[in-house]
């Protein structure tokens, strides 16, 4: 159990610090150009507080992987973390349209992978939470 939360762990801070490279990569340079003063801070601050979270999430796997499933407190949040992963499960099915990856292989590709990842965690953290 501690292996998969770690390397999940692992997985989560990689994926907060690939946040870093999102301005250049998605041209939010000249697409929040575009936008009011506000929604292009609120898109940065979320972003940026998107990233804090997720890569805080991989710090507690990674350094409290015992306690995640060994305390009442660890297993709530475990049941937090699988409700949260859950929703963002159906976010990347039924928010995002498929028009953003059918038809383009590296998106395919990432879709795919992120959908089983989202599944992955989902699943890790109800069986932290249900499990003795």
């Not at 997985?11 to 610090?17: I, K, P, Q, R, S």
């Not at 099915?93 to 990856?101: A, G, H, N």
């Amino acid at each position: 159990m501690n292996t998969a939360l770690q390397l999940t762990g692992s997985t989560f801070v990689l994926l907060a610090l690939m946040h870093v490279i999102f301005p250049k990569y998605f041209n939010w340079k000249k697409d929040l150009s575009k936008l009011s003063l506000i929604n292009k801070q609120m898109m940065e601050v979320h972003t940026f507080f998107i990233a804090l979270t997720v890569l805080l999430m991989g710090l507690l796997c990674l350094f409290f992987p015992s306690e995640l499933h060994s305390t009442s407190l660890g297993k709530s949040i475990a049941a937090a973390l699988s409700i949260f992963w859950f929703l963002r499960l159906l976010i990347q099915l039924f928010w995002y349209s498929p028009y953003l990856w059918k038809g383009k292989s590296f998106e395919t590709i990432i879709h795919i992978v992120f959908t089983g990842f989202w599944i992955w965690c989902t699943g890790l953290f109800l069986y932290v939470f249900i499990s003795n």
